[in-house]
């Protein structure tokens, strides 16, 4: 009978995990990868937190913002109303006012008001309204007048 292998046998010599493994260089790149596209991603959330907190007044850009800047005013959160775009339109009061779509928030909230047209420059909405659930808004309100 014929011996097969041997103890000098090179498949003896290695680790069976050093078999399957990648390379330490390649290891090496995918740690690098790794970490840069985390240090991206916490730049990216730590910017869009900044200039959440300067617009809206939360640096929390997923809840709902404290403030929205429109029309060179400020608008103030005044909590949740029940309603629809047809009865806050009738509310506004101004003629040919109109339901718009103004903005997103970083969140991706929708922004809405009903907008009349402009005569002059200082023609503004009073509220803004940011859809909650069903036929709750949250209402922001211009602050210090018009």
């Known amino acids: 009978m014929k011996r097969v292998g041997g103890i000098d046998d090179t498949i003896w010599l290695q680790p069976r995990s050093a078999l399957n493994r990648p390379s330490r260089s390649r290891l090496n790149r995918i740690t690098l990868v790794l970490i840069l596209a985390m240090s991206v991603a916490g730049i990216g959330l730590a910017t869009v937190s900044l200039f959440s907190a300067k617009d809206y007044g939360t640096p929390a850009f997923w809840r709902l913002p404290r403030h929205i800047g429109y029309c060179g005013r400020e608008y103030h959160d005044q909590g949740v109303r ?12 101004a003629v040919g006012a109109k339901w718009t779509f103004l903005s997103w928030t970083f969140g991706g909230d929708s922004i809405y008001a009903a907008v009349a047209p402009r005569h002059t420059p200082d023609d503004c909405t009073m509220e803004l309204y940011i859809p909650i659930t069903g036929s709750k808004w949250e209402t922001y309100v211009l602050s210090g007048g018009a």
Do not use: H, I
């Open 82 to 93: 029940t309603g629809n775009p047809r009865l806050f339109t009738a509310q506004n009061g």
